[in-house]
């Protein structure tokens, strides 16, 4: 059976859920009152919550909700559509573009392969309730892929594409991220404003034979998104 402080954290994340991005959630004490239980246990829920990213407590000013948080490994970040169903918002992508080149110094580096091999390279507008938060630049070798269409990355996602087409599973990622501004080319996607503040993200994708399958260049709205990283350090 529950106890009543799991019972409160399983209430207050499904009402958090409904709120949108620096709400500012009600006092600790009419919190106790709309769910009948102590101070004590709301001051405890809300740290809970803090630590899990959905929240943050800002002294002498409250509660706020937290932008959407994206946990750094393969089961959430990577899978954008499950984490905004989780978040209460529909997910859709829209490919924006979808083409096959050669590949230049540049991404032969950064996918370890030779001058002139062929690569597609995918744009892809993830979207929640019809709003942009993320656009991706997606450059994948087409030896891994061989006749990878634009259809199969619009009925499916990406990584089920790679599973299921080609039985190229996922061992792991790297995945790298910067505080930036959009570039002109990508406002008219995020409907943002040049300049605006956004999330630079960059990430290698790697297969159990450790080779790389996928290098991504992503921008993310920086007022949707934040990263919570845990470090369990050995000693």
Not at 38 to 48: H, I, K, P, Q, W
Not at 199 to 210: G, I
């Amino acid at each position: 059976m529950n106890t009543l402080h799991e019972r409160l954290m399983d209430q207050l994340t499904s009402y958090i859920q409904t709120l949108p991005a620096n709400t500012k959630l009600l006092s600790e004490r009419q919190l106790a009152d709309k769910y009948q239980v102590s101070r004590n246990t709301v001051r405890l829920a809300l740290l809970d919550l803090e630590s899990t990213g959905l929240v943050r407590r800002v002294q002498g000013q409250g509660t706020f909700v937290n932008r959407i948080n994206l946990q750094s490994d393969l089961g959430s970040s990577y899978k954008f559509g499950q984490q905004m169903r989780l978040l209460g918002k529909i997910p859709s992508t829209k490919i924006i573009s979808f083409e096959e080149k050669d590949v230049n110094a540049y991404f032969a580096k950064n996918l370890n392969l030779e001058i002139g091999e062929k690569i597609y390279k995918v744009r892809r507008l993830r979207l929640a309730d019809d709003e942009p938060m993320m656009l991706e630049r997606s450059f994948l070798p087409v030896k891994l892929f061989p006749n990878l269409t634009k259809e199969m990355l619009e009925n499916d996602s990406m990584y089920n594409v790679f599973e299921q087409e080609f039985d190229e599973k996922i061992d792991y990622a790297d995945e790298y991220f910067s505080a930036d501004v959009i570039s002109n080319c990508d406002c008219e996607f995020m409907q943002l404003k040049p300049g605006t503040p956004c999330l630079h993200l960059e990430r290698k994708t790697y297969d159990e034979q450790k080779h790389i399958i996928e290098f991504t260049l992503s921008t993310a709205r920086s007022d949707e998104f934040a990263y919570h990283v845990r470090h369990n350090l050995e000693n």
